[in-house]
């Protein structure tokens, strides 16, 4: 009888240690992995200095499901700036500086966007709706420089699910 007993103990102790090793990953050690990466992906957009005559507003860098609606986790990285400067010229700059991987999209907020789904906001990046909506209005700004990479990782992170 005693035996049956341990077995049983052995069996619903391994149980807790499992589910609770699942709780802490998913609560705790992917977000601070997703963390460590997201760091090193956005540093080298988030790392630039504007040159004279761009304002920076605000920027982002975020991990998280940002587009879709699948279990996954994007990561981003962003810049809300103000200027007056030549597009050109803004646009030479930031890809001359830029020394990541991932894509460097520029998203002028005073021009104008084909209709339809997406218009308001075509990055079609839910994060960013804040800024494309209200606080580019609010602040004159009129560029979101971004990197952004979707579905990255498996969403052993609860902010990816």
């Known amino acids: 009888m005693k035996k049956g007993l341990t077995t049983i ?41 504007p040159s004279p005559g761009i304002q920076k507003i605000d920027s982002i860098s975020e991990v ?13 990285a962003a810049q809300l700036l103000k200027t007056d400067l030549p597009k050109s010229e803004i ?8 020394k990541g991987k991932t894509e460097l999209n520029f998203f002028w907020t005073d021009e104008p966007h084909k209709p ?17 909506n209200t ?5 004159g700004a009129n560029l979101i420089i971004y990197i952004f990479e979707e579905g990255l990782t498996s969403a052993f992170d609860y902010r990816c699910s």
Request: hydrophobic share 35%.
């Open 135 to 139: 606080k580019s209005k609010m602040t």
């Open 64 to 76: 998280g499901q940002q587009s879709g609606n699948s279990d996954h986790c994007d990561y981003l």
């Open 9 to 49: 103990g052995i069996i619903a102790g391994l149980v807790i240690l499992v589910i609770g090793s699942y709780f802490v990953s998913y609560r705790w050690l992917f977000p601070y992995l997703h963390n460590q990466t997201l760091k090193q992906f956005s540093e080298p957009l988030i790392g630039i200095t």
């Open 91 to 98: 646009e030479k700059y930031y890809r001359s500086n830029y």
């Open 116 to 132: 339809g789904i997406g218009a308001v906001n075509p990055t079609n990046i839910s994060t960013l709706d804040e800024w494309v």
